[in-house]
């Protein structure tokens, strides 16, 4: 029995050649230089971080070239694929507004390279399979799950290499007439990989972020197509869809280095041209002493919906993401402050090795900077699109009176140094609900130094019935309340206060922070005379009410 008879016994549907698949799928008409990318996560769950790490770079590498940046669906894991993971994978990357320009999503295909679904591929790479099986380079196995523990044990016990090769690989001389029977005989069984290797001697491989790597040959046979559902495994699939789809260059973590003598080794069998790779850092958190891997179970900053959740604008995550992905971007930005990160000229070079830490704090001080420099009107914007999703309530106060919102999120913003409150959209709620007479029920005062409310009621009586004046301008405003220090016994000058302070009941600080307290229910607050301003007469003298 031939290689041949084999290949037809196991795939006797196939009909098309790879040389047919070539020519559905030709070159791409794109500029010179120009990249293909691919965004492929699985889906077996939530997005993590990780992940749109490496969805930043394809998008960077893509757009930056003017070439193409696309989805992948890869979900040949079939026990571990998870029915809401797809809708996750696109809203992650809406989110991040780094839609793809080829995907397949909701029964929808925009690209002519698909199907982009890669269960729907699984004739095209039966194709490819049949082709190894009729050169000789891909067989059949039919070692079940309990002998192949016993012959991982007995590898233990001798210390030896973990996997299937050399002796150990005991479907590998079977005759194609005793396979054949054994097919027909209903025995369930894998395609694996017939390697020519030799784990003794060496490959050069050249990784665009480590250089030159020296690896042991791959002598591994390892799985290219599963039993249960006839689907090729990651290493196989990677290889026919990069290239059929033309994809020049792939972004992935570190953990797949050691798999890079598996991968040199398929594309040399078929002659293809290898894509470009970036192995990209491991993701790391400070915890106590120990930096480890960031972890979705422990960390829920693992976890897309964490950012989008909260609220984080899409340029902060970005900007956090590229500091990571290469070393010298934050002195560029500096450099560049109001340059689209695009225009970033990224070297592979100074992508990290060792791992890197991300940082939430560095995360919500590059956010605080972003939403302090964007204008009232961008920041209400963001805040009612981020309410629509997670605080319809909040939504609809905010969106009742859109003016006042304004210019409450106005509040010491057009200045030369804005304030930087909110590292999030969810912040802001926090930052501004006493402003709104909705929100604004039986909050627990802070009050300060001055706690005796016989005390406070007069200050704030005394304020109204004397001193308050809706047209003051600032300068105005602050007079009157030292006009009325002087008045009630408290120091209106801080340095006067501080030479002789038995001589007063408190200071200025003292009554503006009754003044603040009393609007807001909060010590510490922005400007006090623009909040009295928003606010106005009636809603100021019905909280100065309310006071008992």
């Not at 039919?142 to 973990?162: D, H, N, P, V, Y």
């Not at 002796?167 to 694996?192: M, Q, T």
């Not at 509040?411 to 930052?431: L, T």
């Not at 609007?519 to 928003?534: A, G, R, V």
Request: glycine residues 4%.
């Amino acid at each position: 029995m031939t290689d041949k008879e084999l290949a037809n016994v196991i795939f006797p549907n196939i009909t098309k050649t790879i040389e047919d698949y070539e020519k559905m799928y030709p070159e791409r008409e794109l500029p010179e230089g120009a990249k293909v990318t691919r965004f492929a996560p699985s889906p077996t769950g939530f997005v993590h971080i990780g992940n749109i790490l490496q969805a930043v770079l394809d998008y960077y590498l893509a757009k930056n070239s003017g070439g193409i940046f696309y989805l992948r669906n890869e979900d040949t894991d079939t026990k571990r694929e998870v029915s809401s993971a797809v809708e996750k994978i696109m809203d992650a990357l809406k989110y991040m507004e780094m839609l793809p320009d080829e995907y397949e999503f909701d029964g929808s295909v925009v690209g002519n390279y698909g199907p982009y679904v890669q269960s729907e591929r699984k004739e095209i790479y039966h194709t490819f399979i049949k082709h190894l099986i009729e050169i000789g380079r891909a067989y059949p196995c039919f070692c079940t799950s309990e002998e192949l523990e016993i012959m991982r044990k007995k590898q233990e016990a001798k210390k030896g290499r973990i996997g299937y090769h050399g002796g150990w690989a005991k479907c590998r001389d079977l005759s194609n007439e005793e396979r054949i029977e054994r097919i027909k005989n209903g025995e369930k069984f894998v395609i694996r990989f017939k390697s020519m290797g030799n784990y003794d001697r060496k490959i050069n491989y050249e990784d665009l972020v480590t250089g030159v790597i020296e690896f042991p040959q791959n002598d591994e046979d390892f799985v290219i197509m599963k039993s249960e559902d006839l689907l090729p495994t990651y290493h196989f699939a990677h290889l026919v869809d990069d290239h059929l789809m033309h994809t020049t260059h792939v972004v992935r973590g570190q953990e797949w280095l050691p798999s890079v003598p598996k991968h040199v080794e398929l594309f040399e069998t078929f002659g293809f041209k290898q894509p470009k790779y970036i192995h990209s850092s491991l993701l790391l958190k400070q915890d106590g002493n120990v930096r480890r891997k960031i972890s979705k179970r422990k960390d829920p900053e693992a976890l897309m919906e964490y950012y989008m959740e909260h609220g984080y604008p899409r340029e902060a995550v970005i900007e956090s993401l590229m500091t990571i992905l290469n070393s010298n971007y934050e002195e560029w930005r500096d450099s560049n402050p109001e340059a689209n990160y695009l225009d970033f000229e990224f070297d592979p070079k100074k992508v990290g090795t060792s791992g890197a830490l991300y940082d939430l704090e560095k995360l919500d001080n590059i956010s605080k900077n972003l939403i302090s420099r964007m204008s009232a009107d961008q920041v209400y914007d963001n805040l009612v699109h981020y309410t629509e999703i997670y605080d319809p309530e909040f939504n609809k106060i905010v969106t009742n009176d859109p003016d006042y919102t304004k210019s409450i999120l106005n509040i010491e913003r057009v200045q030369d140094k804005p304030r930087k409150d909110f590292a999030n959209f969810s912040d802001i709620k926090k930052g501004i609900w006493y402003m709104y007479d909705e929100l604004f029920d039986s909050p627990e005062y802070e009050w300060m130094k001055i706690t005796d409310i016989g005390e406070i009621k007069n200050i704030l009586n005394t304020y109204i019935d004397e001193f308050y004046s809706e047209s003051d301008t600032s300068e105005e405003w602050f007079n009157k309340v030292k006009l009325m220090c002087d008045k009630l016994g408290y120091a209106s000058n801080m340095k006067e206060y501080k030479q002789n302070p038995d001589a007063y009941k408190g200071n200025v600080a003292d009554i503006s922070t009754v003044l603040r307290v009393a609007l807001t229910s909060k010590s510490q607050t922005p400007d006090l005379y623009q909040i009295m301003n928003i606010l106005g007469k009636n809603r100021i003298v019905n909280r100065f009410k309310d006071i008992s």
